[in-house]
């Protein structure tokens, strides 16, 4: 049961950084909070962003979860979600029925599934007016009447969609990355140069595991290539 009580090994963090951790906003978006909250997941009428949901995935939550809840490694800001260290770095495994967390340690969260899945919900609410007028309800409440307001809402869908469907497709890899692997370094640079204004991108097709983190203070040098001095 996801209910049970986490066990945390003794690595020396009080509660207190293990919450900084999870929730620090550290600058990431992957897209406005309004859509990820309320579109539906493009299969079915269930929201994409219901634990059920984001479960599948292998992202990790504390318990019990509360309305609002997301999983450790994701932060809202303002209008805004987007991604902290925590998850792909924090590691939950079930032993003899127990959920033991490793903090630091390597996700099994599949991140590319995820953001394949998320591009294929925005893009099938755009295609069927039913799921579009789940999502207007949801979002403009009374305004869900007024034609305006619905155009303004898909343009901004749309744009949320559009921008979803070309990172995957920048990224897209040779072979799928499953569970537990990502070509981050690479991701990360396209991002850094699409933000750069840059046409150049990079093939993000070097996936490897999540590395652990509670080495990281002793490398003179990190990320898996050694490319980022640790200074």
């Not at 040779?174 to 046409?199: C, E, Q, T």
Request: proline share 5%.
């Amino acid at each position: 049961s996801f209910a049970q009580s986490v066990q945390y090994l003794d690595q020396g963090w009080k509660q207190s950084d293990r919450s900084w951790f999870y929730r620090i906003d550290q600058g990431s978006e992957f897209m406005r909070y309004d859509f990820f909250s309320r579109v539906e997941r493009a299969e079915s009428d269930a929201l994409f962003s219901n634990p059920e949901s984001l479960r599948t995935y292998g992202f990790v939550y504390d318990e019990p979860v509360k309305p609002g809840d997301y999983p450790i490694g994701f932060v809202k800001r303002g209008n805004s979600i987007g991604f902290t260290c925590a998850a792909c770095h924090t590691l939950e495994i079930t032993y003899a029925e127990k959920r033991i967390r490793i903090d630091g340690g390597s996700s099994l969260a599949n991140m590319e599934g995820f953001l394949n899945d998320l591009s294929s919900a925005l893009d099938t609410t755009l295609a069927s007016p039913e799921k579009f007028s789940r999502l207007a309800e949801r979002t403009l409440g009374r305004e869900n009447t007024k034609p305006d307001a619905v155009a303004v809402l898909k343009k901004y869908l749309a744009q949320a969609a559009d921008e979803r469907r070309e990172y995957n497709r920048t990224n897209h890899p040779d072979s799928p990355y499953g569970p537990a692997r990502l070509d981050a370094f690479g991701r990360i640079y396209n991002r850094v140069l699409w933000m750069a204004h840059s046409k150049d991108r990079v093939r993000a097709n070097a996936p490897v595991s999540f590395p652990y983190l509670w080495d990281a203070p002793r490398h003179d040098y990190v990320q898996w290539i050694g490319s980022a001095s640790n200074q």
